[in-house]
């Protein structure tokens, strides 16, 4: 049988909501006070307008974000996160790398159920244009295949930046 794919990204959400909050409070909740923001609330948020990493900019909606304030500190930091309840596309990709270059998160995911598509596979093939979009990515991006039965992630397809 095969699930709508309105249903696929909702059950993909959930999982994730749940992956993603066991990984920000198991790394670094011992060193901050974590929120997960989901969607376009992120660039209402007056805490980022406030930080002075100018996060003031953020217009744009990745999945998931998760919004990190430094105990006893106005320090901001953010990890970023992108839902593709199919494969990843060249398009998802570069949506990324954009969120990266504006908001320099200090970790970012690409979190995908299927892989990767055939142009991005080619694209992967040629280091030439791997080390382009490293160049472009101030952090590390994590493109990941995640499986939403066991709410983690199964393996790293690949790392672009840093």
């Not at 993909?12 to 997960?36: H, Q, R």
């Not at 055939?118 to 493109?143: F, H, T």
Request: one cysteine or more; a positive charge; charged letters at 30%.
């Amino acid at each position: 049988m095969v699930i709508p794919k309105h249903k696929r990204k909702k059950i993909l959400k959930d999982s994730v909501d749940f992956w993603l909050k066991n990984y920000t409070n198991k790394k670094y909740g011992s060193s901050y006070d974590i929120e997960i923001i989901t969607d376009k609330c992120l660039s209402r948020d007056t805490r980022l307008i406030k930080s002075s990493k100018s996060h003031s900019n953020l217009i744009f909606s990745p999945s998931k974000t998760a919004l990190m304030s430094k105990k006893n500190d106005q320090e901001i930091e953010l990890i970023l996160i992108m839902e593709v309840a199919d494969s990843v596309s060249l398009n998802d990709i570069s949506d990324m790398l954009i969120y990266c270059k504006i908001a320099r998160p200090i970790e970012a995911f690409i979190l995908s159920t299927h892989g990767i598509t055939a142009p991005v596979e080619m694209m992967l093939l040629n280091k030439n244009r791997i080390e382009k979009c490293s160049d472009y990515a101030e952090n590390l991006i994590k493109i990941c295949i995640y499986d939403t039965k066991k709410n983690e992630i199964i393996r790293e397809i690949i790392s672009i930046g840093d």
